[in-house]
């Protein structure tokens, strides 16, 4: 089973809506974060929590909102869609400390707005 | 703000030859880690090698090594004896405490 896992892997919406989407991680893991990919920008932070109680906004936050239920779940919301939020998300974990708090990924989300 | 140049959006390499990919960043930090990530049509983001700033010995991941120039900012990825399954998009990241920045990426292509 993936360690990582972020639901749904693809989806379809319309400008306005509100969306959800989730991450969940087996890797007890207390870092987790979220990303959004677009072509020739590479992958851009958009919010990242080191613990349940603790959430941080990343490079590009406007227009996204995060929750973090449990040190297992991580999730982000588009409180209403707009189409240059179309992008691939990735969640991401790592270790609170250790020397190279590595990054381990989720399989994407493709989310397209219309 | 760190900033992470990627200059070649695309490479291609012949099988079995060596490609080297640029990476270089911009920080006022001095400790800090570099990664070099693959990500294959599948999209999965997988980690190829790292290095720490405070290293200098090259890190080396069997055919994959860099090149880490610390006062340069250079951080580049050499493949050696390129494969049909090298061919993906390459990204280069570099990480603190508090922030990760990732570059814009390179598309290799692999020539049989």
Same mark, same amino acid.
């Given at each position: 089973d993936a360690d990582v896992t972020q639901t749904p892997r693809n989806r379809i919406t319309k400008t306005g809506k509100r969306i959800m989407l989730e991450c969940s991680q087996?890797?007890?893991?207390d870092r987790m974060y979220w990303y959004r990919q677009d072509p020739g920008l590479g992958l851009r932070l958009i919010y990242y929590s080191f613990d349940v109680k603790d959430i941080n906004k990343g490079e590009i936050s406007d227009g996204y909102s995060v929750s &973090?239920?449990? !040190?297992a779940k991580f999730s982000l919301s588009l409180e209403s869609a707009i189409p240059n939020q179309t992008a691939l998300y990735f969640c991401a974990t790592s270790e609170?400390?250790? &020397?190279?708090?590595e990054q381990f990924f989720g399989p994407g989300t493709r989310l397209t707005v219309l | 703000a760190q900033t992470v140049t990627q200059s070649q959006p695309e490479m291609s390499v012949q099988e079995a030859e060596t490609v080297t990919l640029s990476c270089t960043y911009d920080t006022s930090e001095s400790d800090y880690y570099l990664f070099w990530y693959k990500q294959p049509p599948s999209r999965q983001m997988i980690l190829v090698i790292r290095q720490e700033a405070y290293k200098q010995q090259n890190a080396t991941e069997n055919r994959f090594s860099v090149n880490f120039q610390k006062a340069a900012k250079s951080f580049s990825l050499k493949i050696s004896?390129? !494969?049909?399954?090298?061919a993906a998009m390459y990204f280069c990241a570099y990480r603190t405490d508090n922030d990760m920045r990732f570059g814009a990426g390179t598309r290799l292509t692999v020539k049989p």
């Open positions: 087996t890797k007890g893991h &973090r239920q449990a !040190q609170l400390s250790g &020397r190279w708090n | 004896d390129s !494969q049909l399954g090298d």
